[in-house]
């Protein structure tokens, strides 16, 4: 398919389950908000979904920007990065490493939200890391994780290690690379990396004042640290299905056609 020609044509919410359309639907519409925030990085980058009731995900086809990606186009594969229906796409090798390691070993996460956005790669790259001088930080930091680079990750083995190095986490930093969120639903990882996001760019903006920074007191941290992992372990998560259908009106209104 050359830049010239049209996007095929595909049709799946009559081959699919009612569960997995619904969550091709999400899916697409999270891949259209990032785009929409300027989040995105041309054709690179990543956000999976789990198919209920399976071990198998959803991912970005290969080549498409996230402004194009419909419910339809995204192809669908199993832990061993087999595609699983028939797809005129591919799948970023990169994307199925990072992706596949945290579905295999996080039964209670349902979307992986990768990034590399200017301002995430800037935190990353910094020796502190994420800061303490934001409200958006103290979300993050109850529950924040960091694995190393390791060059482009293409090598399987790395998948251990990027485990390990997450744990139960839901947020996690990759020194320079960018970042990730991982929790049970679309609309939480959406959020999640929206506060993530937010909270790098202030803590770039705020060192380029120039100014000493205040941090936010320990026993601070401390007490939201608490707080906010029993929130994020209750039914509720991270809040995100409250602010999910205005996103989705927002949507409609602004890059509609995700839901095909």
Known sequence: ??????????????????????????LAACYRLIALHGWDDLIFTHISAKVPGTEDFLINPFGLMFHEITASSLVKIDLAGNKLMDSPYDINPAGYTIHSAVHEVRPDVGCVLHIHTAAGVAVSAQKQGLLPIS??????????AYHGYEGVALNHEEKGRLQADLGQANFMILPNHGLLTAFGSIADAFLGMFTLQRACEIQVMAQAGGSELIQIPQQILDGAKAMIAGVMKSSQGMGGALPWPALLRKLDQQNPGYAQ
């Open 1 to 26: 398919m050359t830049a010239a020609q049209a996007l095929p044509p595909l049709d799946l919410k009559d081959k699919v389950s009612a569960a997995e359309w619904q969550t091709r639907v999400d």
């Open 135 to 144: 409200q958006q930080s103290l979300f993050v930091l109850s529950s924040l």
